[in-house]
C-alpha cells in the first residue's frame, strides 16, 4: 500500500491521512465510542499530531472520515502496520459496512512538500 506514496514523498513530509468508512447507523454510538478510544491509543504513537472525526450530514449513508496528521508517510505507514491499530481496527470492522478506503495527502501549503506532477 505504502510503496507508491513513499515514492512521491519524502519520509520527512508532514501528511494527513483521510479513513472513510461507512458505518451501520445502528451502531454508530459504538464506533464513535471505539474511535475516540483509538484516536487516544494512536496520540502516543510516535509520529502522531493529531485527528478529526467527522460525519457526513448530507451523504445518505453514515460516512465517517477521520483526518489524522502525520509526521511523517514512515511514521503512518508505521502504524498501518502495527499490531495496536489491527487490534483496534477489528473491532470497528463489524460496525461498518465494506472496506477503510484511505487518501493520503499532502500540504502544498509548506514548499518542502511540492510533489512532483
Known sequence: YMGGILEYTQYSMTIRVLSRRLVHPE???QFV???NS???VASYYP???GCEHF???TAKDEVHVVMSTWR???DWEHWLQSP???DWTDKLTPLQSGEVDHTVLVSF???ENHVPA
Request: glycine residues 4%; aromatic residues 4%.
Open 33 to 35: 465510542q471505539i474511535i
Open 27 to 29: 451502531t454508530r454510538d
Open 38 to 40: 483509538l484516536k487516544e
Open 72 to 74: 511523517s508517510a514512515r
Open 84 to 86: 495496536t491499530r489491527k
Open 109 to 111: 501549503n509548506e514548499p
Open 47 to 49: 509520529g502522531f499530531s
Open 55 to 57: 460525519r457526513s450530514l
